[in-house]
């Protein structure tokens, strides 16, 4: 029989372009692979590319990857009109050229059945609309920070909410805008990056499955309420398989980075380091702290008598205090953020609270000091430190800033004493729960059979 026609189903995946967005897409793309789906993966020519080089090297198992946007030529986020010009753009030629590669398979052994497309990506169920395929949106946040959004879509829209909002017994904060200050001046009563972030819900009432890149026991409540607004499937952590259930071939990486990490460099220099004596400090990949919130980082990290490891953008090198140099610590442009937190070196790590690193952190048992900068980051801190009990959040004074004395302290109560081993206890369970959410039978597993089951009729 020809190769071709062993797949139960294809399935086109468009991710938004950003990291944060691509990791968790790529390895939901991955375990339906490794179940006999067929997957064809499209963003920008850029990524694709990068895609390309990585999956030589063998990480992203059977996917096949298209482009639907040449952004070197078109321009990306750094071309006219920034952002917004971009997102403009993309949805012009992006949606065009995604309804001919969805048809270009039409007559082939496998014609394109589902398209899973990102939340940030509300214009693709339009498309599914007009081929007449099946359609599930991915958010890549949080389930509880969707949830905290829904009552400003529905102000936003001018609709009455579907179901009432979710009375709110783990305590998390309600999502307004004065508790996003590095949103910059307020220009109306919503503005462009929240508006970004509404856009997500348009169209989720007619998609098939709405996914999130969690697990039900970590969101349980929150996922239940959820479940009477939309067909939701928590199927995460979508972490590479090998640190977690290894059940997926070879799928030990994202195979995707916006910088060319040193692994060489990190592992080495780590491999030389006591067990759980660094602090590691990432604020991913979307935003730069300023040089008053660096230079605050930087000084906690001169003070304490802890091991460090830094990743700072190339962007954001010269926020950096002039001459920040320490024999206990090692900066880096990028780094393989996994192999970092998964390697016995590392007992701390400092962290923006994006989405992914939160899921990274608590799969790996790594405590968390928790400075989120703005939007989900913000609802995922709250949750690492008043729900999941995985670290803790220095306090940010009158101007907005934590300072460097907070920031140190929360360091050496997450790295010993009482606080610190209450905060390994739970993670411990954590872990356990993530594992076992995505290993045979799990709850995110199952989500995983039951859509491919679907998919197989179709
Ligand atoms: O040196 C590094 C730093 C990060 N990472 C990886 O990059 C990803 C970063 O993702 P995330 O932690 O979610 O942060 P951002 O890249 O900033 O993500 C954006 O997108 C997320 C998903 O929507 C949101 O939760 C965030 O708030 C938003 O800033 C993670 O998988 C990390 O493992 C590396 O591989 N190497």
Redesign the pocket.
């Known amino acids: 029989m020809d190769k071709e026609e062993t797949y139960k189903a294809h399935v086109m995946v468009l991710p938004h372009h950003?990291?944060?967005?691509m990791?968790?897409m790529v390895q939901f793309s991955k375990r339906l692979a490794a179940k006999g789906i067929k997957i064809t993966v499209t963003t920008t020519l850029s990524n694709t590319m990068a895609m390309e080089e990585e999956a030589a090297s063998g990480d992203h198992g059977s996917i096949n990857f298209e482009s639907i946007y040449d952004d070197p030529s078109e321009g990306g986020v750094a071309g006219p009109g920034g952002f917004g010009g971009f997102l403009e753009r993309f949805e012009a030629i992006g949606s065009t050229n995604l309804v001919h590669l969805i048809k270009k398979f039409q007559d082939s052994n496998n014609p394109v059945k589902c398209l899973i497309y990102d939340a940030?990506i509300a214009w693709a169920s339009n498309v599914a609309s007009e081929l007449a395929i099946a359609r599930a949106s991915f958010f890549?946040?949080?389930c509880a920070?969707v949830a905290g959004c829904y009552p400003m879509h529905c102000d936003l829209a001018g609709v009455t909410p579907a179901i009432p909002p979710l009375s709110i017994t783990t305590g998390f904060p309600e999502l307004r805008l004065p508790h996003l200050p590095s949103l910059g001046p307020q220009t109306g009563r919503y503005p462009p990056i929240m508006r970004f972030m509404l856009r997500q819900f348009d169209n989720s009432e007619n998609a098939d499955w709405v996914l999130f890149n969690s697990f039900h026991k970590l969101e349980e409540e929150v996922i239940n309420w959820m479940s009477g607004l939309w067909p939701v499937r928590a199927i995460g952590p979508t972490l590479p398989s090998s640190y977690l259930d290894n059940r997926v071939k070879d799928d030990h990486d994202?195979g995707f980075?916006?910088?060319t990490?040193d692994a060489g460099a990190c592992s080495k220099w780590l491999d030389s380091k006591a067990k759980r004596s660094v602090v590691y400090v990432?604020?991913?990949?979307?935003?730069s702290l300023s040089s008053e919130q660096a230079a605050e980082v930087a000084n906690a990290l001169l003070h304490s008598s802890k091991n460090f490891l830094w990743?700072v953008k190339p962007s954001e090198e010269d926020r950096l205090p002039t001459n920040f140099t320490s024999d206990r610590g090692l900066v880096?442009t990028?780094?393989?953020?996994?192999a970092?937190?998964g390697h016995e070196a590392v007992g701390c790590f400092v962290?923006?609270?994006?989405?992914?690193?939160?899921l990274?952190a608590i799969s790996l048992g790594v405590p968390v000091v928790a400075m989120p900068?703005?939007?989900?980051?913000i609802t995922?801190a709250h949750f690492v430190e008043h729900v999941w009990k995985v670290g803790i959040k220095p306090k940010i004074d009158d101007e907005g800033f934590c300072r460097s004395e907070e920031i140190e302290a929360c360091i050496e109560m997450i790295m010993q004493g009482e606080r610190s081993r209450e905060i390994q206890t739970n993670l411990c369970r954590w872990r356990a729960l993530a594992k076992e959410a995505v290993d045979e039978g799990g709850t995110s597993d199952t989500c995983i059979d039951e859509i491919i089951a679907k998919l197989s009729t179709l």
């Open positions: 950003g990291q944060g967005h990791n968790p940030n890549t946040q949080s920070f994202y980075n916006i910088i990490p990432s604020f991913g990949s979307a935003f990743v880096v990028w780094c393989p953020q996994l970092v937190l962290s923006h609270c994006g989405w992914n690193s939160t990274e900068q703005f939007l989900d980051q995922n």
